[in-house]
T-cell receptor
Framework: AQSVTQLDSQVPVFEEAPVELRCNYSSSVSVYLFWYVQYPNQGLQLLLKYLSGSTLVKGINGFEAEFNKSQTSFHLRKPSVHISDTAEYFCAVSERGYQKVTFGTGTKLQVIP | SAVISQKPSRDICQRGTSLTIQCQVDSQVTMMFWYRQQPGQSLTLIATANQGSEATYESGFVIDKFPISRPNLTFSTLTVSNMSPEDSSIYLC??????????FGSGTRLTVV
């Protein structure tokens, strides 16, 4: 069965500083990986996804993530955060051949002015 | 990607009553997914709804409590039956957009009093 672990429930970071949100997954088969963002009182928006190919995936709003198969990780990074990046970020995994998506517990990113 | 219209956006309901949530998609999709997001927690898949067949429920969720209809390829409803305060959550529908990206509705924020 697939599972996702987001190690940090909250990450405070100063504006214009870099940030990394960590995500590890567990699965016995090949997977697809996703990062979603949820702004306060809104639905989820897809930031980026890894399906195959290059392990470095670029998404919207300047975010990128790197798939590391040996470490079963898919960490999200941004070189310089803005106040508007304050939101909750969810890592998710889906096993190839299946539609079910499993979400991590989320990481709240708080950007400090 | 698909655009989902979800209604109502929020509601306050009396315990013991039922609420039906609607999701309308602007394109035909094979599968629709219903999630629950309890306060401060991640998303949990309730069920997967295929058009023309009964929904498939995840462990811990039953049809009597969360009946789902899927009358056509663009519409689905989720009913939360015989509500209790523990059902207070955000309920979201989702579809797969054909490229392994999942689009979410804006959610229904339910408060049971």
């Amino acid at each position: 069965a697939q599972s996702v672990t987001q190690l940090d429930s909250q990450v405070p970071v100063f504006e214009e500083a870099p940030v990394e949100l960590r995500c590890n997954y567990s699965s016995s088969v090949s997977v697809y990986l996703f990062w979603y963002v949820q702004y306060p009182n809104q639905g989820l928006q897809l930031l980026l996804k890894y399906l195959s190919g290059s392990t470095l995936v670029k998404g919207i709003n300047g975010f990128e993530a790197e798939f590391n198969k040996s470490q079963t990780s898919f960490h999200l990074r941004k070189p310089s955060v803005h106040i508007s990046d304050t939101a909750e970020y969810f890592c998710a995994v889906s096993e190839r051949g299946y539609q079910k998506v499993t979400f991590g517990t989320g990481t709240k990113l708080q950007v400090i002015p | 990607s698909a655009v989902i219209s979800q209604k109502p956006s929020r509601d306050i309901c009396q315990r013991g009553t039922s609420l039906t949530i609607q999701c309308q998609v602007d394109s035909q999709v094979t599968m629709m997914f219903w999630y629950r997001q309890q306060p401060g927690q991640s998303l949990t898949l309730i069920a997967t709804a295929n058009q023309g067949s009964e929904a498939t429920y995840e462990s811990g969720f039953v049809i009597d409590k969360f009946p789902i209809s899927r009358p056509n390829l663009t519409f689905s409803t989720l009913t939360v039956s015989n509500m209790s305060p523990e059902d207070s959550s955000i309920y979201l529908c989702s579809v797969e957009d054909g490229t392994r990206g999942y689009t979410f509705g804006s959610g229904t924020r339910l408060t049971v009093v």
